[in-house]
């Protein structure tokens, strides 16, 4: 298969074609030549759009699909053309599926499951068995098979000893592990970010100290053992701080944040909307600003949607009985176009392959092409003909976006929007 990618814009600070608007030719999922006008090629597909721009192929570090157990949300290959049309040409997934992706014949499974597609799933195996938080999984056997990492998803550890042992136990294979942060005897029963919104609502609040502590207590063990922590969906100004102050010390950890706590608060819970119920809860606007600030400074290393489907009946409930959860993969590159500049969106949705140990492929002749094709401009309103999930419950629908994706290209293989 033969491709030339016309007039695209390469947007990525580490290569030399940064900011030039060049011609690409694609053979067999190599890129053969790098130019201006390359000449025209009878046996390749031209690849054109309005004002296109080019940049290495997305990468979400959280995405939870259903399948095994959960089709009716959301199957794997669906989803995989889903993240592939929202510009991801990567995602890993997390290991909530049923049963609990925990042993290395659920990670084959998936595997399997995505082969062929254009968007490469990474997955991630459980810490612990059917992560219930009491004993730890199979984890350098889910290694040899595929897993990237490990970590249970939105479940914290409660037992400092268990994750300390995990800690010590996988830096033998160079392992990453990820923990969830929320004390859940601070967060009780709570459902929102506690606060002045939680008061006026009447709704039971989680203190933000609920995800602090947690922070601060797995940050002290990694002290202690060395090895790797990633910690996801970070939400609080203090637990940046945290971070940042850990890093400072020559810890090796990392965190990410998820698009709606870059560009949502709790305000939005004013009409007792559901699909503002996510873990973490939205938290206030100054939080926000902390955390916008946070991945320009680069304390935050990666940006992820927290993509996860819930099914209707799940979330057409009374919000205190409702399950936590947005879907975000559709919506992510059009919402932080409305809060972080191009190339910091951009470096935020790649860099995080190599903390996952996954291959990034430079923009250069003989490397292999792995492309996400987009534009900066244009404005539009989120709506339900965007969503492209078998589950409808985005945080998203009635916000403005800018920007839009064309498509991917990836495994030798061309994915366009429309």
Known sequence: MKIIIRSAKIIDSKSPFHNQTVDLLIADGIIEKIGTSLPENKEATEVKF?????SQGWFDSSVSLGEPGYEDRETIANGLNVAAKSGFTAIALQPNSFPIIDNQSQVNFVKNKANGFATELFPIGALTKASEGKDMAELFDMRNTGAVAFGDYNKSIDNANLLKIALQYVQDF?????????????KGNGVVNEGIVSTRLGLKGIPT?????????NLFLLEYTGGKLHIPTVSTAKSVALIKEAKAKGLKVTCSVAVHHLTLTDLQLEGFDTRYKVTPP???????AVLVSAVLDGTIDMITSDHNPIDIEFKKMEFDT?????????SAFGALLTVLPLE????????????????NNEIAEGSKANFTFFTPEGKSTFTKENILSKSKNSAFLGTET?????????????????
Not at 50 to 54: E, G, R
Not at 282 to 288: G, H, I, K
């Open 50 to 54: 309005d004002n296109l721009h080019l």
């Open 174 to 186: 160079d392992g990453l592990v990820i923990t969830y942060t929320q004390d859940a005897n601070l």
């Open 402 to 418: 800018r920007g839009s994706v064309y498509g991917i290209f990836n495994q030798n293989k061309l994915v366009i929007t429309k």
């Open 344 to 359: 910091t969106i951009i470096e935020k949705l790649t860099l995080g392959k190599a903390v996952f140990g996954i291959e």
């Open 282 to 288: 939205l938290r206030t606007e100054a939080d926000r």
């Open 322 to 330: 409702a399950k936590n959860g947005t879907i975000g993969l559709e």
């Open 209 to 217: 100290l609920a995800e602090e502590l947690q922070v601060s207590r």
